[in-house]
Each structure stands twice: as C-alpha cells, then as structure tokens.
C-alpha cells in the first residue's frame, strides 16, 4: 500500500469558537496549525479563511495571507475550500481560485447539509473546474453522496476534469451518506481504477472510517471541521491530536504516513512557491 496521506481539516466555515475554544480563525492561527498538524503527520491541511470575528470568508486575499503564512512555516501542501460557507453564493465561493493554489476542494454535486442546503449547480461546478483547469491546481472531489461521484464523471467526460482523480468521501453529514462502513465500501468500488480517495469521518463516525480508510489503502482526513470530539462526551484538545491518533493508528497498522513531498508526487502536484 501506498503511504498514509492524512489530511487535517483545520477550522471549516461553519464550527464556532464557541463549540472549540482551540478553533484556529486567523491567518496567524491558521499558520501555527498548520505547522503543528504537519509535525504531527499531516500531509496536506484544507482550510477555509475567516475575518478576525470567525465570519467565512472567500476573499482571495485573507486566503493569501494565510497561504504566505503556512508557507513560512511547513511546506505542507495547503488545500483551500471552493465549499466556503453555506450562506454563500457559488460567486463568491470561486474568488479564492484566483490565487491558483496548489490543491482546491470541488464538490460535484448538491446535498441537504443540516438544516441547509449545500447547492451546487452544473454551471458552477463547470466553472470551478475549468477555472482549475486553467490554473493547474488539483481538484479534490468532496463527495458527500454517492452520486456525487457520477458528478465528477460528467465533468471528466465534458473534458474539465482529468483522470486519475482524487476523491474526499466525507460521511456522516446530516442529508449526505451515513458515516457507515458499508457505504464507505460502495464508494470505494465506484471510482475509476488509478483514483485515489480520502475518507472523512463526521463526528463519531471519524475514528472508525479513519481506521478503515487506512486499512482500506486509502487515506484519511481529521480535524475540528469533521469533529470536536476525541471520544464520546470528550472534546479534543485541538487538531494536532486527533492527527497523531491517525499517526499513531497507521504505525501500528503498518502503513507510514506521508511527507509532503511524497503526497505531491502520489496526486501528481508541482509545488507552489
Ligand atoms: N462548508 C461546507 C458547506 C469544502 O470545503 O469544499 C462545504 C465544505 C466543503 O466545507
Ligand atoms: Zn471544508
């Protein structure tokens, strides 16, 4: 199997400050994450900007604050948010492509998401995609629903997606696919061959689909945004540790946990200076 890419979703547009009092919010904070959740053995951080008061945001320049301050820190490979927040508008969601980044999140597909709805349409996701396309930043498909995954074929097949293709099957959102270890293998069985996948785990479903994905060969995605939680009525202490229980969790299993380096080369990424 291939190295463990763990992938530390550090904040999300939506956790509050108030659930997580450890919730990085700033550039700064965003950075000092980063740097830690890389020590710990993330390969790759998704993150989502905010204004100094927590609100999300998509503006391309706090995103290229954060971007300058990760990069003074870790090379970890910094994976910006097309998702932002459910109250924005799929304009809004795109600005932060124009820094082209080195790794984005694109979702093919809508799904209910709590008492919201997560909407994206055919004619965003097009444009997100040629937008990455154009800028060579690797897309990494959130799927939040098995057809999701038909989703992004269409795109390929529309010439704006390429294969292999690296999917996120984020399980356990009220309105997407239960967090279940059946569903995780459907979704497994219904990528293209060559693709490769991360799994993210919504509350108590993290741990389980962590272990799994990480006997499955895929790889794994933890953090505040997926789970606040380390164990049942316990909060994590932060991001780093629900990371180094990945860590620890693929030693003991057998399967060592990707640089930075080694992950840009598995999903085929020239680094961003
Ligand atoms: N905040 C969610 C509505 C992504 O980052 O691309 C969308 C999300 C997915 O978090
Ligand atoms: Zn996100």
Redesign the pocket.
């Known amino acids: 199997m291939d190295e463990l890419i763990i992938t530390a979703a550090l904040n999300?547009?939506?956790v509050t400050r108030a659930q997580h009092p450890a919730l990085p919010v700033t550039p700064e904070e965003l950075a000092v994450a980063a740097q830690e959740a890389a020590q710990a053995g993330a390969a790759i951080v998704?993150v989502?900007a905010r204004y100094a008061d927590g609100t999300p945001t998509q503006d391309a320049a706090v995103y290229e604050e954060i971007i300058l301050k990760i990069r003074e820190r870790t090379d970890v490979i910094v994976q910006v948010?097309?998702?932002?927040?459910?109250t924005m508008t799929a304009q809004e969601r795109g600005q932060v492509l124009a820094l082209k980044p080195e790794m984005a999140?694109?979702?093919t597909g809508s799904v209910n998401?709590g008492r919201d709805v997560?909407l994206n349409r055919p004619d965003d996701m097009e444009r997100f995609a040629h937008m990455m396309q154009e800028g060579g930043v690797k897309p990494e498909i959130?799927v939040f629903d098995v057809g999701m995954i038909a989703g992004a074929m269409r795109l390929v097949k529309a010439g704006l997606l390429t294969l292999p293709l690296h999917f996120d099957f984020?399980m356990g959102v009220p309105g997407g696919i239960p967090g279940e270890l059946a569903h995780l293998l459907h979704l497994v069985h219904s990528i293209p061959p060559g693709c490769t996948w991360t799994v993210a785990g919504i509350g108590r479903a993290q741990l389980p689909l962590a272990t799994a994905g990480i006997l499955l060969g895929g790889h794994v995605r933890v953090g505040l945004?997926d789970n606040l939680y380390y164990s049942k009525g316990r909060l994590a202490s932060g991001n780093v540790q629900l990371v180094e229980r990945v860590a620890r969790l693929a030693a003991e299993l057998g399967r060592p946990v990707a640089t930075p380096a080694a992950a840009r080369a598995m999903l085929g990424i020239c680094a961003r200076q």
Not at 81 to 86: F, L, R
């Open positions: 999300g547009a939506e998704h989502h948010s097309t998702g932002g927040a459910v999140t694109l979702t998401f997560f959130e984020v945004e």
